[in-house]
Structure formats: structure tokens, C-alpha cells
């Protein structure tokens, strides 16, 4: 369990490409928007990206008669740090409505003091309210081996942070698929395009209770 659960936070670093991945819809005109601010999880690593969650976020509000556009600024390799530094300029470009933010995995792996942590996601939860977005943070987890004591204050991080600013969490969104060595690529690390559908769906409760009625 501990190896496939490490190899589904690995994902998170598995590269370092910089640059922003675009748009999973139209954010144009008068439609909201949804910003995904995340890491490899979310940037499809390895798959189409028209078959990620994001993506396939994008094509379930459209069916369910949401008007929201989807924007991915996720960027594989990506920490707190990061897309902390790289948020002012989305939400100024961007004006969402909510913004998903799914970092920390590659904090955890690089032993980020936890205080730093819950600080980074504070203040990216609440940059996304200053900015008018309902901000909805993403549990994430890292292996036991990492130390009981940190491992065990490395998802508490998150929920902290969540219940300080009254802000919705997504459980760990990999739990479903996490024992389950088929999810994976073939590098056993990154979720496969058949396992996105179900992140989608880990997400999707969090989400809707989140969203305004279509």
C-alpha cells in the first residue's frame, strides 16, 4: 500500500516543465470561470490531455448545465512555493469564480516544514477570496515512511488550512485508485487516462456542493 500510494504522490514531481498548460474550455466573455491550480496530478502527465480530470471536468459541467469555463494552470513538478508565486498574475488575467488548488504533494516529498505548508495554502486560499474565487483546497498524503509524526501532520496541513478559512477540502483524491497497480503507467507513478474518470468523480462531490446552482 505504501508503495502505491508513494507512487501516486511521486507523481507530483515527475516533471519540471514550467509553463502554464492552457485552457480545458472557454473562459472567454461573460461564462465563470474554474482555475485549477495544481501539479502533474492535474496536468495529465503522460496522457492525453483532453482525457485528464480537468478535461473531463470541463465536459461534465457542460453536460449538467453548468456555463463555467475550465482554465488548467497546472504545471507538473509544481509546489506550494510556486503556484503561490504564480497565482496573482492567473487571477488577474483569469477573474475566476473558484479555484481548485491541488499542491503539496512535492512539498511533502521534499520535507517542507509543515508550519510552511498550511502558511503557503493559507495564503493561496486566501489570495483566491481577495480576488472574489471561492477557493477549494485538495487533500494530499504522503507515506508513513516519511515518519508517523510527519506523515500524520502532512495531511492534518491541509484540513487545518481548509478549516481555518472555512474553505471546502477534496479528500485525497487518489484513494480509490491507489492500491490498484493497473491505474498507473507504465512507470508505475502517473494515473493512467482510464483513472481519470474516477479522480473526477473523487472530486466532483466537493465541487458541486461548492458551485451555485446551474
Given at each position: 500500500m505504501l508503495r502505491l500510494v508513494l507512487a501516486a504522490?511521486?507523481?507530483c514531481a515527475a516533471c519540471l516543465a514550467r509553463?502554464?498548460?492552457g485552457t480545458a474550455g472557454d473562459s472567454a466573455g461573460s461564462a465563470p470561470t474554474i482555475l485549477v491550480l495544481?501539479?502533474?496530478l492535474s496536468a495529465a502527465y503522460g496522457i492525453p490531455a483532453e482525457r485528464g480530470w480537468v478535461a473531463l471536468l470541463q465536459e461534465r459541467l457542460r453536460d449538467r448545465g453548468y456555463p463555467h469555463g475550465v482554465v488548467n494552470a497546472s504545471v507538473s513538478g509544481e509546489t506550494t512555493a510556486g503556484g503561490l508565486a504564480r497565482l496573482p498574475a492567473l487571477l488577474d488575467r483569469h477573474q475566476p469564480?473558484?479555484?481548485l488548488i491541488e499542491?503539496?504533494?512535492n512539498d511533502g516529498l521534499r520535507g517542507l516544514p509543515l508550519d510552511k505548508l498550511e502558511d503557503n495554502l493559507r495564503r493561496a486560499a486566501t489570495l483566491s477570496r481577495d480576488a472574489g474565487a471561492t477557493p477549494v483546497l485538495f487533500e494530499m498524503r504522503i507515506p508513513s515512511n516519511y515518519g508517523p509524526v510527519y506523515s500524520h501532520g502532512f495531511q492534518q496541513a491541509f484540513s487545518s488550512a481548509a478549516e481555518?478559512?472555512?474553505a471546502p477540502l477534496v479528500p485525497f483524491?487518489?484513494?480509490g485508485i491507489a492500491l490498484d497497480p493497473d491505474a498507473f503507467l507504465d512507470d508505475g507513478i502517473h494515473p493512467n487516462a482510464g483513472s481519470q474518470p474516477k479522480m473526477l468523480d473523487?472530486?466532483?462531490p466537493t465541487l458541486e456542493a461548492a458551485l451555485p446552482a446551474p
Open positions: 504522490v511521486l507523481a509553463a502554464e498548460t495544481g501539479d502533474s469564480q473558484m479555484v499542491l503539496g504533494g481555518a478559512l472555512d483524491f487518489l484513494a473523487a472530486v466532483w
